[in-house]
């Protein structure tokens, strides 16, 4: 009947493992975007200033039409999920108001 959050503070066995599977996570979550973040930059800010013979090394980098293409297509899928939800919680919110009128 106890509560869980309770029973994991109270057993300091599970709480610190708990607190270390979020870290693990946590940093594999900040070095994966980390990553990320350095190969974009080089993808944008690098290679348009690559000289000719260097070629072999813009092999490791999509077009860069995709640079500014990617984000975009994330950010429009991104505002529509979150206009979907609050859309979705607003019909249901006023079906409940209908419902108690």
Same mark, same amino acid.
């Given at each position: 009947d106890r509560? !869980?959050?309770?029973a994991a503070l109270s057993e300091p066995q599970s709480f610190a493992r708990m607190l270390g599977s979020d870290r693990i996570l946590g940093g594999s979550l900040f070095a994966?975007?980390? &990553?990320? /973040?350095? +190969?974009?930059?080089?993808?944008?800010? &690098? %290679? !348009? /200033? &690559?000289? !000719?013979? +260097?070629?072999h090394f813009l092999r490791f980098f999509p077009p860069r039409w995709y640079a500014i293409a990617v984000p975009v297509a994330l950010l429009i899928v991104? @505002? %529509?999920?979150?206009?979907? /939800? @609050?859309?979705?919680?607003?019909? $249901?919110?006023?079906?409940? $108001? $209908? $419902?108690?009128?």
């Open positions: 509560d !869980p959050r309770e994966f975007s980390i &990553v990320v /973040f350095v +190969y974009y930059s080089i993808w944008v800010l &690098v %290679t !348009p /200033f &690559v000289e !000719p013979g +260097y070629e991104l @505002f %529509t999920a979150i206009s979907a /939800f @609050f859309g979705i919680m607003m019909i $249901k919110n006023g079906k409940h $108001k $209908k $419902k108690a009128a």
